[in-house]
């Protein structure tokens, strides 16, 4: 059984429940003292609320954390990942393209230039609908992560560019100012 109450919402009487998680008794009487599901346990006759929290639903100018899936010659395409600042699961589309024009601040002639399928890059929503337009063009936004093509290791950044301290290959990409200093 699972019913969606408010505070202070009558969810049992103590004659049948024990009061549990989310739940307050008053007068024999057991209420919500949150939002949420309420469940109501016939094994070890609990009343529990659950809390729900408002679905992270993304809208423009949001900070989102995304992998790049693929690079073509007009856009760059990826899955986000997560919101930045925000821990709670993304609800909706989570395909996104980035294009070429909204890449960088500076001029881009090969999207593959600037980012590589794997990177994980923070991005800026442009707009949700009818798809998901990212940007990248301000100094926060890039390539905060990003393996080296040949031998598969982090890379680490060198200026504008990225190096490899495995085997010294260099590769250039779009790269956010705080490139290597985010965690998951
Ligand atoms: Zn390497």
């Known amino acids: 059984m699972s019913k969606f109450v408010l505070p202070g919402d009558e969810v049992a009487v103590v004659e049948e429940y024990i009061p549990a998680e989310g739940t307050y008794e008053h007068?024999?009487?057991?209420?919500?003292s949150v939002a949420g599901k309420l469940s109501l346990n016939d094994n070890d006759m609990t009343a529990t609320v659950k809390p729900v929290n408002e679905p992270n639903i993304l809208k423009p100018g949001d900070n989102v954390f995304c992998r790049i899936t693929d690079v073509r010659a007009s856009m760059a395409v990826c899955e986000i990942i997560a919101s930045d600042g925000n821990d709670r699961d993304i609800t909706g589309?989570?395909?996104?393209?980035?294009?070429?024009?909204?890449?960088?601040?500076?001029?881009?002639?090969?999207?593959?230039?600037?980012?590589?399928p794997g990177d994980v890059i923070r991005a800026k929503v442009l707009q949700v609908k009818p798809s998901v337009q990212l940007s990248t063009q301000e100094p926060h936004y890039g390539a905060i992560k990003a393996l080296c093509r040949k031998c598969r290791k982090p890379m680490e950044a060198d200026g504008k560019v990225l190096k490899c301290k495995a085997c010294e290959r260099t590769e250039t990409r779009t790269i956010a100012d705080d490139y290597g200093c985010v965690e998951f």
């Open 27 to 32: 007068e024999g009487i057991i209420r919500a």
């Open 93 to 116: 589309d989570k395909s996104a393209t980035i294009h070429v024009s909204k890449l960088s601040s500076e001029y881009v002639q090969d999207v593959g230039n600037e980012y590589r």
